[in-house]
C-alpha cells in the first residue's frame, strides 16, 4: 500500500467529518434562500421565409427563438406581462430599478432546444400559483406580440404545452447543494489529512535528528 493509501486509511475519520460538515452546511445554506417553485411551459416558433430546405427553416426559427429568450428578460417584456394580467403581484418585484432588474432576471429562464424552434420558459416563484400566472402572462405576450421583437419575415408562435407546476420546491437544489457540500467537504478532509501527516512526519525527523 502507498503511503497517500495508507495516510488516507489513518485518517479517514477525519475525511468522513469534514465531508458530513460539508454536506451540513450545504443543506442549511440552501435555506437562506426562499423556496421557490416553478411553471414550465413550451412554445414553437415558425417563420415563413419561402421555399426553403428543412434545415434552413429550422435555423431560421431557432435564430428567433434566441432573439426572443433574450428578449424576455427585459424590463419592456417585464412590463407587457404585468399588464397582461392583473392578478400579477408587483411588490414581488419592488420599484427599484435595479432591484426590479435582478428580480424579473431570476424569476424567469428562458432556453431554446437546439436545432428547433422550441422554446421552453420556466418561472420561478416562492407561490406556485404566482409563478403558473407569470408563465401564462409571458406566453400570452409572446403568442400575441413575439412578433414585434423579431426582424426578418413573419413568424407565428404557437404553446405546444400548458403550464406545469412543480410539486416541490426547485430552487435552491437542496439535493445538489448536499453532494456539492460532500464533495467539497470531503476534498478539504483529504487536504486536511494530508498536512497533518506531514506535519506529523516532520516533528519525527526532528525528533530523530
Known sequence: MSRYSTTLANFWHSIVLFAALGLFLGVVLSFLRPLEYSSTTRLLILQQIGAVDAYTASRAAERVADDLANIIYTTTFYGKVISASSNIDQEYFGDNEHR????????????????????????????????????????????????????????????????LNSRWPMRPNIPVNAFTGFFLGGLAGIGYVFLKADRIRRRHQLLHE
Not at 413573419?154 to 403550464?163: G, L, R, T, W
Request: charged residues 20%; without cysteine.
Open 100 to 163: 426590479l432588474r435582478k428580480k424579473w432576471g431570476r424569476t424567469v429562464d428562458a432556453t431554446v432546444a437546439r436545432g428547433t424552434g422550441l422554446l421552453e420558459i420556466n418561472v420561478y416563484h416562492t407561490d406556485v400559483e404566482q409563478a403558473e400566472l407569470i408563465a401564462r402572462a409571458v406566453t400570452a405576450v409572446l403568442v400575441s406580440e413575439g412578433w414585434t421583437f423579431t426582424s426578418g419575415g413573419s413568424i407565428s408562435i404557437q404553446q405546444v404545452d400548458d403550464p
